[in-house]
C-alpha cells in the first residue's frame, strides 16, 4: 500500500519555528518529488513547496520564501518542512504530496498520492 | 485571490452532466498540463485528471478533461450524489516558478 503519513504539527506562537515531517510507504521514494500543499481553514488548496526526486531541485510559494524549508531524507523516506517565522495566516492543513511523475524536475502531472494532513495552528 | 480562475459553485440534478471550467494565462495553462482534483468533505484531495485528459487507474470514466488555448474543463456525467465535493484546476506556472490552484468549485448534486 502507498501511503504518506505527516507528523508534526500542532499549535505554535506567532514568530515561532515548526517542522512537520511526512513519512512515505509503498514505493520507491527517490523517484519521485514531493510537494507540500496547505489548506486554510474554509479555504482553498494552496501550494507551498516543492523538492526534486533527489533534493537537487527546490522551489516555494512565495508567500513562504524564505520562511520554510523543504528537505528529504531519501534513506528514511522521509520529506520534511521546516517552518519559522510563523505568522496567523499560515494556519491550516499541511499535507504532503506525491509528483506523479518518475525522475522528473517537470512537475506538470499532477499530485498522485496524499497524506491525512497535519493541523498548524498558529496563535498566542 | 486565486491565479486559475474557477466558478465557486455550481450544482445539477443526478444523473445529468456538468462542466467546470478553469481559467489561466499563457504562463500556466497556456504552457502546461492541467490536473484536476476532487475534495470529498474533510478528506484529502484526490487526483482526477492528469495531464489534461488522462484519467489515472480507478477514476470513473464519468470524469473527462480538455484543454484549449489558456482555459480548461472539467466534465462529470451521470451525476451521482457522491459526487458532491469540492473540484480544483491546477497547472504549474512558469513565470511564478510554482505550481497555481484555481480557488476551487463547490459541486450539489441536487
Known amino acids: 500500500q502507498v501511503h504518506l503519513v505527516e507528523s508534526g504539527g500542532g499549535v505554535v506562537q506567532p514568530g515561532r519555528s515548526l517542522r512537520l515531517s511526512c513519512a512515505a510507504s509503498g514505493f520507491v521514494f527517490n523517484n519521485h518529488a514531493m510537494h507540500w500543499v496547505r489548506q486554510a481553514p474554509g479555504k482553498g488548496l494552496e501550494w507551498v513547496a516543492v523538492?526534486?526526486?533527489?533534493?537537487?531541485?527546490?522551489n516555494y510559494a512565495t508567500s513562504v520564501r524564505g520562511r520554510f524549508t523543504v528537505s528529504r531524507d531519501n534513506a528514511k523516506n522521509t520529506v520534511y518542512l521546516q517552518m519559522s517565522s510563523l505568522r496567523g495566516e499560515d494556519t491550516a492543513v499541511y499535507y504532503c504530496a506525491r509528483d506523479r511523475t518518475l525522475l522528473s524536475t517537470v512537475y506538470s502531472y499532477g499530485l498522485d498520492v496524499w497524506g491525512q494532513g497535519a493541523t498548524v495552528t498558529v496563535s498566542s | 485571490q486565486s491565479v486559475l480562475t474557477q466558478p465557486p459553485s455550481t450544482s445539477e440534478s443526478p444523473g445529468q452532466r456538468v462542466t467546470i471550467s478553469c481559467s489561466g494565462t499563457?504562463?500556466?495553462?497556456?504552457?502546461?498540463?492541467v490536473n484536476w482534483y476532487q475534495q470529498l468533505p474533510g478528506t484529502a484531495p484526490k487526483l482526477l485528471i492528469s495531464?489534461?485528459?488522462y484519467r489515472p487507474s480507478g477514476v470513473a470514466d464519468r470524469f473527462s478533461g480538455s484543454k484549449s488555448g489558456t482555459s480548461a474543463s472539467l466534465a462529470i456525467s451521470g451525476l451521482r450524489p457522491d459526487d458532491e465535493a469540492d473540484y480544483y484546476c491546477?497547472?504549474?506556472?512558469?513565470?511564478?516558478?510554482?505550481?497555481?490552484f484555481g480557488g476551487g468549485t463547490k459541486l450539489t448534486v441536487l
Open positions: 499563457s504562463s500556466n495553462i497556456g504552457s502546461n498540463s
Open positions: 495531464g489534461n485528459t
Open positions: 523538492i526534486s526526486y533527489d533534493g537537487s531541485d527546490k
Open positions: 491546477a497547472a504549474w506556472d512558469d513565470s511564478l516558478n510554482g505550481l497555481v
